[in-house]
Nanobody, 124 residues
């Protein structure tokens, strides 16, 4: 059974960096677009960044553009989110997801596999 597992979350200070990882198991997602979403308490799930099957076609939410970088390593069935200059408003549970298609998008409905999430807390 296909499974996505996030890791790398934690509690940091504003301005710090974190690197989230997403490990795929059970099947490879090398032909699928992938993405990171996040959800803060009381809020809807929010798009963060997406990447196409080959590592190109990246896109970012305006709120993280210039601070976050999405990447993937298909040989290792891994996806990453490098988060720099973290802000308190980045506090949320971060989820990785695999898309139905070869490219990523900002719509949660385009994703069929989701991880359980990893908590990121940024204090001021």
């Amino acid at each position: 059974q296909a499974r996505l597992t996030e890791s790398g979350g934690g509690s940091v200070q504003a301005g710090d960096s974190l690197r989230l990882s997403c490990a795929a198991s059970g099947r490879a997602f090398s032909n699928n677009g992938m993405a990171w979403f996040r959800q803060a308490p009381g809020q809807e799930r929010q798009f963060v960044a997406a990447i196409g099957w080959s590592g190109g076609g990246t896109s970012y939410a305006d709120s993280v553009k210039g601070r976050f970088t999405i990447s993937r390593d298909n040989a290792r069935n891994m996806m990453y989110l490098q988060m720099n200059s973290l802000k308190p408003e980045d506090t949320a549970v971060y989820y990785c997801a695999a898309a139905i298609r070869a490219y990523g998008s900002s719509s949660p409905s385009d994703y069929r596999s989701w991880g359980q999430g990893t908590q990121v807390t940024v204090s001021s």
